[in-house]
């Protein structure tokens, strides 16, 4: 099973309005991350696990609160956002490290922010 | 910090080969890495060098020179479905760093 699930798909929110991004993956893989993603652009890292403990956070606003609960699930907390924060928000795990070079996505969650 | 460039758009014809580069600057240097994303979809990794030299995966190969700080992906055989954005990624000892990306758009 190479798959990283996420859910929702699409998810429209408000700004002053408190959701929650899931992700899983059952690869036994010991990284996992969150990617922001406009369009027409490049992912851009915002937050790594290594071995369910934060080791990167890409000075993310507070606004976006990751959590890691076990090996297979990350959440991101999502509170009080901003609509320029409306973006493809991607899931990705790798097996080890915290920059490997070989990562699996998730389908993403595509948020809006009105 | 890292820097990679790579051309915005390439376009070909089914049958052809296209070559994309890519060149990078930045300090810690482990290795590249190709990802393919089709619009609405997610980033696919289609390899990775950490070595000089050419690694090949069926229609897809991949090239690396760390001494010129450079590397190219070479798609043959185009399909309609190679249709999609390419972006290189560099990984440091840190992060794995993205390109702007390569819009390649094959035409019958």
């Known amino acids: 099973d190479t798959e990283v699930t996420q859910t929702p798909k699409h998810l429209v929110m408000g700004m002053t309005n408190k959701k929650s991004l899931k992700c899983e993956q059952h690869?036994?893989?010991?990284?996992m991350y969150w990617y922001k993603q406009k369009a027409k652009k490049p992912p851009e890292l915002m937050f790594v696990y290594s071995y369910e403990k934060l080791s990167i956070n890409e000075s993310v606003p507070s606004r976006f609160s990751p959590e890691c609960p076990n090996s297979s699930l990350l959440n991101l907390h999502l509170h009080a956002l901003q609509p320029e924060d409306s973006a493809l928000y991607l899931c990705?795990?790798?097996?080890?490290?915290?920059?490997?070079?070989?990562?699996?996505f998730g389908p993403g969650t595509r948020l809006t922010v009105t | 910090g890292q820097s990679l460039e790579q051309p915005s758009e390439v376009t070909a014809v089914e049958g052809a080969i296209v070559q994309i580069n890519c060149t990078y600057q930045t300090s810690g240097f482990y290795g590249l890495s190709w990802y393919q994303q089709h619009d609405g979809g997610a980033p696919t990794f289609l390899s990775y060098n950490a070595l000089d030299g050419l690694e090949e995966t069926g229609r897809f190969s991949s090239f690396l020179s760390r001494s010129d700080s450079y590397g190219y992906l070479l798609l043959q055989e185009l399909q309609m479905k190679d249709s999609a954005s390419y972006f290189c990624?560099?990984?440091?000892?840190?992060?794995?760093?993205f390109g702007a990306g390569t819009t390649v758009t094959v035409r019958a």
């Open positions: 690869m036994g893989h010991r990284a």
């Open positions: 990705a795990s790798s097996q080890r490290g915290t920059s490997e070079g070989e990562q699996y």
């Open positions: 990624a560099v990984r440091d000892s840190y992060k794995l760093s």
